[in-house]
Each structure stands twice: as structure tokens, then as C-alpha cells.
């Protein structure tokens, strides 16, 4: 008796899911069609900081390959004109490769020690200023490296929540259209649905890439970091040494 009363059960469920897939639309574009306007207004934010937030990942992914092709390029130039103390051929060469961090790093520093060089002596105020020249160039070229990050960082953690507000929306409508039809029909529920379904789907959309790519872009900026502090600590050795040969 129970198995055939669940028997029965299974064939209406199934029958009213047939009937429900004959009669709606779930396609993507007929869910979007289903939406009002609260959920639409929603979707259109969501592009919005799609657009936004690829535009960024394009834009840091090209400078950074700037900066690193240009500092492969530099790094051995400067290194060979340093090694045979020519400063004045270490500037120039610096001027030449702008969108290399290693490069505007070194150039401060190659800047202010020349500039405070009155004599053949290097005394200690011009490492100290070089040092300092160093530390701000360094500070400068990170916070330009950082820009933009924090708006992916924005849209990530926000996305998922703004599509969760149309997702509460689409519930809401859910149960308005059960109540107005005073029915449980499929029909009267499936603009809600489409609603609630179509906002999760947009808001995760939006999220996980951008998401991705900070964390992938703030691996970046650390290795440029290190590498610029690097640079500096070895631009100051190299006025030791000529301090001490002089």
C-alpha cells in the first residue's frame, strides 16, 4: 500500500515537472526575460563592475609586462655601465627604459648621488641621501603598482552580495506571484525563480575572476617589491665600494 501510494507521488511529480518544462522557459534568455525591473537595475550594476573590473585586469596585466620585459632589458646594461663607473651612461640608460621599476628606482638613486657629488670624496650624507631617494622612488613606483587592485578587491568581496540582494528579490516576487495567482503552480513562482537564479549566477560571474586576478596581481607587486629593494640595497653597496676605494 505505501509503495504504491509513493509510486503515485513520484508519477505526479513527474508529470508536473514535464508539464512545467513544456510551458516555461529556463533557457538563460528566458529567465532574463522573466525579470522585473529591481532585478534587471541589479544585473546592469553586476556589468557594470564586470566591464570595470576587466578593464583593470587588462590594464595592470599590461603594465607589469611592461616592467618586467623593460627590467630584463635594463638590468644587465646598468650593471655593466655601474661596473665600469660610468654613472653618467647608467642615467641615460635608465632614462630610457621608464616603465621598468628596476629603472626608476635606480635613477633616483643615481640622481641624488650625482647631484650632491662636489668632490671626489663620498661622505656619508650622500650615501644617506641616495638611500633616501631610493626609499621614496621605491615608495612611489609600489603605490603605482598597487592601483586599481583595491577595486578588485572591492568588486570581489561585493559582487557575490549585490547578487545576493537580487537573489532576496526575486524570492520576495516568488511568493508575491504564489499569492496573487493563489496557486503553487509553477508558473506563478518561475519570474521569482529566474530572478533568484540569473542574480546568483551574475553576482558569482563577477566575483570569482576578479577575485583571481588580485590575488594573482598582488603576487606581482610583492616580486617587483622585493626586486626594486633589492636593486637599492645593491646600488648602495656599489657607493660603499666606491667610498672605500677612494
Do not use: C
Request: no cysteine.
Amino acid at each position: 500500500m505505501l509503495f504504491t501510494k509513493l509510486t503515485l507521488i513520484s508519477y505526479q511529480v513527474a508529470f508536473f515537472l514535464q508539464e512545467a518544462s513544456q510551458t516555461e522557459d529556463f533557457t538563460m534568455w528566458g529567465m532574463i526575460q522573466k525579470m522585473g525591473w529591481t532585478a534587471r537595475a541589479v544585473a546592469i550594476i553586476l556589468a557594470f563592475m564586470s566591464m570595470y573590473s576587466i578593464a583593470v585586469m587588462i590594464e595592470r596585466f599590461l603594465t607589469y609586462k611592461a616592467a618586467r620585459d623593460q627590467s630584463r632589458e635594463f638590468a644587465p646594461r646598468v650593471a655593466q655601465a655601474l661596473k665600469d663607473n660610468r654613472i653618467e651612461e647608467a642615467i641615460n640608460i635608465s632614462d630610457r627604459h621608464r616603465k621598468s621599476h628596476l629603472a626608476i628606482v635606480v635613477n633616483a638613486g643615481l640622481q641624488e648621488f650625482q647631484a650632491h657629488q662636489m668632490s671626489n670624496e663620498i661622505s656619508g650624507d650622500i650615501i644617506d641621501a641616495s638611500k633616501r631617494a631610493l626609499q621614496r622612488a621605491t615608495a612611489v613606483k609600489s603605490a603605482e603598482f598597487k592601483r586599481g587592485l583595491s577595486a578588485l578587491a572591492t568588486i570581489g568581496s561585493t559582487a557575490p552580495f549585490v547578487g545576493l540582494f537580487g537573489t532576496v528579490v526575486g524570492i520576495i516576487n516568488a511568493f508575491t506571484g504564489m499569492k496573487a495567482a493563489e496557486s503553487a503552480g509553477i508558473s506563478a513562482v518561475a519570474g521569482g525563480i529566474s530572478e533568484a537564479l540569473v542574480e546568483t549566477a551574475f553576482g558569482l560571474i563577477v566575483a570569482i575572476p576578479a577575485v583571481w586576478m588580485y590575488n594573482y596581481f598582488q603576487g606581482k607587486v610583492d616580486s617587483f617589491q622585493v626586486e626594486m629593494e633589492n636593486s637599492s640595497s645593491e646600488l648602495i653597496d656599489y657607493f660603499l665600494k666606491r667610498r672605500g676605494a677612494r
